[in-house]
């Protein structure tokens, strides 16, 4: 019997890489918890996240994951270690796989990374950068907003851009080639992104390194024909859930259970 992987993240952002996930493996069954009500992580306490991840991830695999992917930076930078430690099964995060993928495009060997105000003063890339490729000189910046803006559907208004213009700066002056999204709701504003950080810099997601990563862990899962269960549970509003969902993900998310804490 295949493995269900479980994915979770304190909101929407995670279905990025739920999307790479599908794409590579459409026949393994798949659980996704969106945390919308304690959303968002990245203003939360090391602590708070670690609690909430431990939560989230006993639920996951009481729903039968026999792999978690821990699909938020902003957690998956305080609390991979923990669940590594406490779970059964095996535990993937978002950052190392972020960085072998800028590690892998990068020409100049300047690297930024954007994510939220807890990912960023965490050091969780600058320690995955000082193990994976530590001659890459790594510039970072967090972009508190962006994820508001992304849950909320606004991800092209001149709001947006102008908040991108004055967060983006830093890493744009050091004239990165590359640009780690460290946060799983950021490739969504890849078009705005885009175009403030110019055509020469290369956008780097975790979603398909994440995705490559776990097939490697689950030599039986092979491309079929066949189609797999996709559950979905919110903390938040399913209704809302369901609609937003769709932007990332796509027809996919269809019923939405709702979990109350």
Not at 6 to 11: E, I
Not at 136 to 163: K, M, N, T, W
Request: proline share 6%.
């Amino acid at each position: 019997m295949t493995p269900a992987i479980g994915v979770f993240d304190s909101g929407l952002g995670g279905l990025t890489v739920l999307r790479a996930l599908i794409d590579l493996l459409p026949d393994v069954p798949t659980i996704y918890f969106g945390d919308t009500a304690r959303f968002p992580y990245g203003t939360r306490t090391p602590d708070e996240v670690v609690d909430f991840s431990r939560e989230i991830a006993s639920i996951l695999v009481e729903r039968g994951a026999e792999l978690v992917v821990i699909a938020c930076n902003s957690a998956a930078s305080v609390a991979l270690p923990t669940l590594r430690e406490e779970l059964d099964v095996p535990v993937v995060g978002v950052v190392a796989p972020g960085m072998r993928a800028a590690a892998a495009v990068t020409e100049s060997g300047r690297v930024g990374v954007i994510g939220t105000v807890g990912t960023i003063a965490s050091g969780a890339y600058q320690h995955a950068g000082a193990e994976i490729a530590p001659d890459i000189e790594l510039v970072c910046a967090a972009c508190p907003g962006f994820v508001e803006f992304v849950e909320a559907g606004d991800i092209e208004s001149d709001q947006v851009r102008v908040l991108a213009e004055r967060l983006l700066a830093p890493v744009r002056d050091a004239n990165v080639d590359a640009l780690v999204l460290g946060c799983t709701h950021y490739p969504v504003l890849a078009r705005t992104i885009g175009e403030v950080m110019g055509r020469d810099v290369v956008l780097v997601s975790s979603a398909d390194e994440t995705a490559f990563e776990i097939r490697a862990l689950l030599p039986g899962a092979h491309r079929r024909d066949a189609l797999a269960s996709r559950s979905f549970v919110t903390s938040g509003d399913p209704g809302t859930f369901q609609r937003l969902g769709a932007r990332f993900l796509g027809p996919e998310v269809c019923v939405v259970d709702k979990w109350q804490w």
